[in-house]
């Protein structure tokens, strides 16, 4: 079962503008939630993260918004940048020793339009 | 230091061969994960090790599959009698085990291919 989801697999938005990418989840003992972005032939890299006591933290242009409630969290770019163009993952995790591990979406594609 | 180092970045090999793959860590991270990832899907849990300890194994980690990490530094993944399905990207990733253990740093990734 899919426990990590991102129901698009793109996204086109126009350079200068906000992009917003969404996740939802199914497990509720996640408890930590990142975001990765990934070009072409290199691996993840990781982009900002939050904590399940949050629900909100920013990171330069990067803001991801936590939905506990919903099992919702969203990043959004603002301003879009041609170099924002990659693949961008949810992953969520557990607490505690052991738990720490990664559960991945299956990404969805920004493409920032010039 | 580098960051995570895996090698080979592709490996074309006939079904039945057997192939490894290694992956070099960051130098002071003691938790190291393989992850597989095919097209169209996120990254994929396989398993991990906190120093040469292997504490978790995915039901996705048949028993062709075995990885090691002997001295708690860098790591093998060896595919035994491949299959088609074992076409994949296998991603090394690693991280330190207490407040950042939930932060991995990905390498690049080595890129099977069975024929």
């Known amino acids: 079962d899919q426990q990590v989801k991102q129901n698009s697999p793109s996204l086109s938005v126009q350079e200068g503008r906000i992009s917003i990418l969404n996740c939802d989840y199914t497990?509720?003992?996640?408890?930590?939630f990142l975001w990765y972005k990934k070009y072409p032939a290199e691996g993840p890299t990781f982009l900002i993260s939050?904590?399940?006591?949050?629900d909100k933290n920013e990171d330069g242009r990067f803001t991801v918004f936590l939905n506990k409630s919903a099992k919702h969290l969203s990043l959004h770019i603002v301003p879009s940048q041609p170099g924002d163009s990659a693949v961008y993952f949810c992953?969520?995790?557990?607490?505690?020793?052991?738990?720490?591990?990664?559960?991945f979406g299956t990404g969805t594609r920004l493409t920032i339009i010039p | 230091d580098t960051g995570v180092s895996q090698n080979p970045r592709h490996k074309i090999t006939k079904r039945g061969q057997n192939v490894t793959f290694r992956c070099d860590p960051i130098?002071?991270?003691?938790?190291l994960y393989w992850y597989r990832q095919t097209l169209g899907q996120g990254p994929e849990f396989l398993t991990y090790?906190?120093?040469?300890?292997?504490?978790?194994k995915s039901r996705l980690l048949s028993d062709r599959f075995s990885a090691e990490r002997p001295k708690g530094s860098f790591s093998t993944l060896e595919i035994q009698r491949t299959e088609q399905g074992d076409s994949a990207m296998y991603l090394c990733?690693?991280?330190?085990?207490?407040?950042?253990?939930?932060?991995?740093?990905f390498g690049a990734g080595s890129r099977l291919t069975v024929l």
């Open positions: 990733a690693s991280s330190l085990a207490g407040a950042g253990a939930n932060v991995l740093t």
């Open positions: 497990n509720s003992m996640f408890d930590y």
């Open positions: 939050i904590s399940s006591i949050k």
């Open positions: 992953a969520a995790s557990g607490y505690g020793f052991g738990n720490e591990k990664l559960t």
């Open positions: 130098s002071e991270h003691n938790r």
């Open positions: 090790f906190q120093n040469e300890a292997q504490l978790e």
